[in-house]
């Protein structure tokens, strides 16, 4: 059985491309949510409002990390976990939206600093040199 977190197959390079797009995105809107918070908490309270309209953002962009994440998988000859977090991330980030607006925040904020930690995990393997998909010996991408 091969080995899931560390393929011996080539992914397709613009699948590849893809996937790192929608996961810089995500990890870019994530890092937003925490400035647009400190903000609100600031004084700044015009920021709740961009903070709600990232948020969507960031539910949006999560949806588009499992699209990418499938394509990644198959068409690309990539590893499949990728699929699995980040259908664990949509369903964080819905929980964490819920908590949000119900200002449940010894919930809503805790959940955000794991979902900014997971997000950047993410990125970090994304971007890592060994995500051309660990082509097998004398493969290229």
């Known amino acids: 059985m091969p080995n899931l977190l560390m393929p011996h197959v080539m992914a397709r390079p613009w699948?590849?491309?893809?996937?790192?797009?929608v996961v810089t995105c995500e990890a870019?809107?994530?890092?937003?949510?925490?400035v647009l918070a400190g903000s609100f908490l600031s004084g700044h309270y015009q920021a709740l409002d961009l903070h709600a309209l990232n948020a969507t953002a960031?539910?949006?962009?999560?949806?588009?990390q499992v699209v990418a994440a499938l394509l990644l998988w198959r068409p690309g000859?990539?590893?499949?976990?990728?699929?699995l977090?980040?259908?664990?991330?949509?369903?964080?980030?819905a929980g964490q939206i819920s908590m949000g607006y119900?200002?449940?925040?010894?919930?809503?904020?805790p959940l955000g600093v794991t979902i900014i930690a997971c997000t950047f995990l993410m990125l970090v393997w994304a971007w890592r040199p060994a995500a051309d998909l660990d082509n097998a010996p004398g493969e290229r991408v």
């Open 28 to 34: 870019a809107l994530a890092l937003g949510q925490a």
């Open 102 to 109: 119900g200002r449940v925040l010894a919930v809503h904020i």
């Open 77 to 83: 000859g990539g590893p499949s976990w990728p699929i």
């Open 58 to 64: 960031t539910g949006l962009t999560a949806v588009a």
């Open 85 to 93: 977090a980040g259908v664990a991330l949509f369903g964080a980030e």
């Open 15 to 21: 699948t590849l491309v893809l996937f790192r797009t």
